[in-house]
Nanobody, 122 residues
Framework: QVQLVESGGGLVQAGGSLRLSCEAS????????MGWFRQAPGKEREFVAL????????HYADSVKGRFTISRDNAKNAMYLQMNSLKPDDTAVYFC???????????????WGQGTQVTVSS
């Protein structure tokens, strides 16, 4: 069992930066692939980034590639999303998730956090 809690969201101007954190409970955190997803109002939840168990492999959605960086610290049971050059289109609730497979499909992730709101003003 893994419980996930996101933090770090907020209101930022276009071009600014935010760093999201996802803290996990449970001793098996390091065995999971971890992902970030987001959901904007009226839209389906979409894949943002994922990272493998030890952090040496990552993958990003085309819309955030080059601007966002996913990382994890297994010693702290934590995962991060550094978001730079933010755009109004990045406005969404951001969720972290833990799963057993490296997949872009949210349906394959086993555990989810409650989400944190990111709002980017123009």
């Amino acid at each position: 069992q893994v419980q996930l809690v996101e933090s770090g969201g907020g209101l930022v101007q276009a071009g600014g930066s935010l760093r999201l954190s996802c803290e996990a409970s449970g001793r098996t955190f390091s065995s999971y692939f971890m992902g970030w997803f987001r959901q904007a109002p009226g839209k389906e939840r979409e894949f943002v980034a994922l990272i493998n168990w030890n952090g040496d492999w990552t993958h990003y959605a085309d819309s955030v590639k080059g601007r966002f960086t996913i990382s994890r610290d297994n010693a702290k049971n934590a995962m991060y999303l550094q978001m730079n050059s933010l755009k109004p289109d990045d406005t969404a609730v951001y969720f972290c998730a833990a799963g057993e497979f490296p997949t872009y499909s949210d349906k394959q992730y086993k555990y989810w956090g409650q989400g944190t709101q990111v709002t980017v003003s123009s």
